[in-house]
């Protein structure tokens, strides 16, 4: 059957690029051969999806549950072989038309529509949305698609609650105007990932009828990121993360500037790339600084456990979180982390496996750094006590079955508990 475009756009039945296919007609219930209820995930992006959320789709499967998931793919290799992977676990993909930083006012009425259409076609148990633009419209188009049950998960506050320009302040009234619109549905969690972000939304009143509940993130994976010694030579500072300033980028690179002046033995390494976000750091400075011999830039990596295993120090002085991953991963590797004092970021270490210091300033970060550079047996210790807080807390089969049970709750599989 040749595949309709609708006015808005889209491919309405051949639009499920990766999926299936919906018979005319007969739109599928909530739970398919065998009683399982359909699973929806939907994010941002597609690299996302197995970065993050690819080991509960993996144990929602095995839980009973029908995995499908959902995003946005450019045409770029990160995202093709994240679909490519999720295609080899059996997960059903569907595209979506959504720009993370788009404003067209076509467009995001594109990508609501498709998700109308989505959950009309494959008409799911549950739908768990991550982020803020699949949480706004996912929320609706749940709503009004009669979806039995909804989690809403707010990772971290997002670049639209730190910008306090003029243009940044009407952004947030209107995000928060179309938060307290959307988030409504007679079975919602709204999920956090620490407790300042979910206090924030409570005393906005966002999502108010909802279950609050808070997961300490996505999960670490103790066996790929195991502990090794820390490798012999000059000590590596890395800061694995997008390359915004939002992650403290500049704060970072001005903290190597003045080690390497003082002659400090260190080397500096950004890890990560700029993408799509108003605050991503500029390819040409970031050009200049490595010209400059201030820090080196090694891209995105999909070997981050080799990465963080040649590394001496974790550095992350973001200006705010949802729970950091990288942090997760640093704990889970035995490395010493220096990070700032804000929500998320110190919600992932504890006093014994982490320097805090203040968000936004250079040398409150130039003396931690220079302390953990002259101190390998500090650096040790505080690598153990990171793996020990990472095997106790952030383990992601721990934090899928947590993921899990709140599903259960919702769909009234299990009782539910506040």
């Known amino acids: 059957m040749r595949a309709r475009r609708g006015w808005w756009g889209w491919r309405r039945s051949a639009s499920l690029r990766h999926g299936e296919p919906g018979r005319a007609g007969a739109p599928l219930s909530g739970t398919v051969a065998g009683g399982r209820p359909r699973l ?16 509960l789709l993996l144990r929602a499967r095995e839980a009973g549950y029908d995995v499908e998931a959902a995003a946005a793919d450019d045409a770029v290799s990160r995202d093709a072989t994240a679909v490519a992977v999720l295609r080899d676990h059996g997960i059903v993909y569907h595209r979506l038309p959504l720009s993370r930083a788009g404003r067209d006012p076509r ?38 698609g009669r979806v039995p049950a909804v989690v809403n998960a707010v990772a971290g506050l997002g670049a639209v609650f730190l910008d306090q320009s003029a243009a940044g ?16 549905h007679p079975r919602l969690a709204m999920l956090f990932q620490n407790d300042a972000d979910a206090s924030a939304f409570r005393a906005l009143r966002l999502g108010a009828a909802a279950e609050h509940a808070i997961i300490r993130g996505s999960g670490v994976d103790l066996a790929a990121f195991a502990p090794s010694p820390e490798p012999t030579g000059t000590p590596l500072v890395v800061l694995p993360a997008r390359l915004l300033r939002d992650k403290g980028v500049t704060e970072f690179v001005g903290a190597a500037a003045i080690l390497r002046a003082r002659g400090v033995a260190a080397r500096f390494a950004l890890v990560g790339e700029p993408d799509a976000n108003p605050s991503a750091i500029p390819r040409e400075l970031l050009a200049q600084w490595v010209q400059a011999g201030t820090v080196e830039h090694w891209g995105h990596r999909d070997d981050m456990p080799a990465v963080l295993a040649a590394s001496s120090i974790v550095c992350l002085p973001s200006y705010r979180e949802g729970l950091p991953k990288a942090l997760l991963e640093a704990a889970a590797s035995a490395r010493a982390v220096v990070t ?5 970021c110190r919600d992932a270490v504890s006093g014994e496996s982490a320097l805090l210091v203040p968000p936004r300033a250079i040398e409150p970060l130039v003396d931690a750094l220079a302390m953990l550079l ?16 990472a095997e106790a807390r952030f383990g992601v089969e721990a934090i899928a079955s947590q993921t899990l049970a709140l599903y259960e709750r919702l769909l009234g599989r299990a009782p539910r508990t506040h």
């Open 40 to 55: 929806l995930l939907v994010v941002n992006h597609a690299a996302f999806l197995v970065s993050h959320r690819l080991p």
């Open 107 to 144: 467009a995001e009425w594109r990508a609501y529509r498709a998700l109308r259409t989505l959950y009309a076609t494959r008409r799911p148990a549950l739908a768990h949305h991550v982020t803020i633009k699949p949480v706004i419209y996912g929320t609706t188009a749940a709503r009004r």
């Open 169 to 184: 302040r009407l952004q947030r009234r209107l995000v928060l105007a179309a938060y307290r619109r959307s988030v409504r």
């Open 340 to 344: 700032t004092d804000v929500p998320g």
């Open 374 to 389: 002259a101190s390998p047996a500090r650096r040790a210790s505080m690598g153990e006590a990171g793996r020990a807080l």
